[in-house]
């Protein structure tokens, strides 16, 4: 069992910045993906950004040059620095962590709104 905690939401104009941490309760180094995940209002949940255990990094297109996501193993915390926002990057942000195993754990979710 993974907890997943993420911090860093809050309402901010558009053009600013965020940045989001998700705490893990267990060794980052035994989980094989971490990412952040959103969901608006109305839409089905969508990728964010995904970072393996050896670094590699995924973004979706409509966040690229803008979203960062990194990690600190040794805080066991990941982090989506978000600059340049956008009022359409309004939604939940999930913190997710995939096993080696393949099992799947989520946060509880994080605000992010961006006002216009």
């Known amino acids: 069992q993974v907890q997943l905690v993420e911090s860093g939401g809050g309402l901010v104009p558009a053009g600013g910045s965020l940045r989001l941490s998700c705490a893990a309760s267990?060794?980052?180094?035994?989980?094989?993906?971490m990412g952040w995940y959103r969901q608006a209002p109305g839409k089905q949940r969508e990728l964010v950004a995904t970072?393996?255990?050896?670094?590699?990094?995924n973004y979706a297109n409509s966040v690229k040059g803008r979203f960062t996501i990194s990690r600190d193993n040794a805080k066991n915390t990941v982090y989506l620095q978000m600059n340049s926002l956008k009022p359409e990057d309004t939604a939940v942000y999930y913190c997710?962590?995939?096993?080696?195993?393949?099992?799947?754990?989520w946060g509880q979710g994080t605000q992010v709104t961006v006002s216009s």
């Open positions: 997710n962590a995939v096993l080696y195993s393949s099992i799947n754990f």
């Open positions: 267990a060794s980052i180094l035994s989980i094989n993906v």
């Open positions: 970072i393996t255990s050896g670094g590699r990094t």
